[in-house]
């Protein structure tokens, strides 16, 4: 059975940092992109940022303009995880965050094209 498990969510102050984390077992997905999408009260789920495959280009990553230069996406091929730092967090950042795997090798930043989930955790970030 395949499962994503995200983790590291909290409470921080404006400014803070988190550092985001999504477990993978049942499947290997180094030859898939993975990603992490957000959704906050009220709000369409959107994407955060991507990183693709090992074998596309070395594992490219992507960002949405809200986060570039904020967030940075990584992942441990070998141990089928991915990350999340999360610096400089602002109260708009607040939301439950999801980690994805997709069905392609390169990033899409549209949530149709990624097939397995986690159950997300809690980001509150307070002025």
């Known amino acids: 059975q395949v499962q994503l498990l995200d983790s590291g969510g909290g409470l921080v102050q404006a400014g803070g940092s988190l550092r985001l984390s999504c477990a993978a077992s049942?499947?290997?997905?180094?030859?898939?992109?993975m990603g992490w999408f957000r959704q906050a009260p009220g709000k369409e789920r959107e994407f955060v940022a991507g990183?693709?495959?090992?074998?596309?280009?070395?594992?490219?990553?992507a960002y949405a303009d809200s986060v570039k230069g904020r967030f940075t996406i990584s992942r441990d091929y070998a141990n089928n995880a991915m990350y999340l730092q999360m610096n400089s967090l602002r109260p708009e950042d607040t939301a439950v965050y999801y980690c994805?795997?997709?069905?392609?090798?390169?990033?899409?930043?549209?949530?149709?094209?990624?097939?397995?989930w986690g159950q997300g955790t809690q980001v509150t970030v307070s002025s």
């Open positions: 990183v693709s495959a090992v074998t596309w280009l070395g594992g490219r990553s």
């Open positions: 049942g499947r290997t997905f180094s030859s898939y992109a």
């Open positions: 994805a795997a997709g069905r392609t090798a390169y990033v899409v930043n549209t949530r149709e094209f990624y097939d397995y």
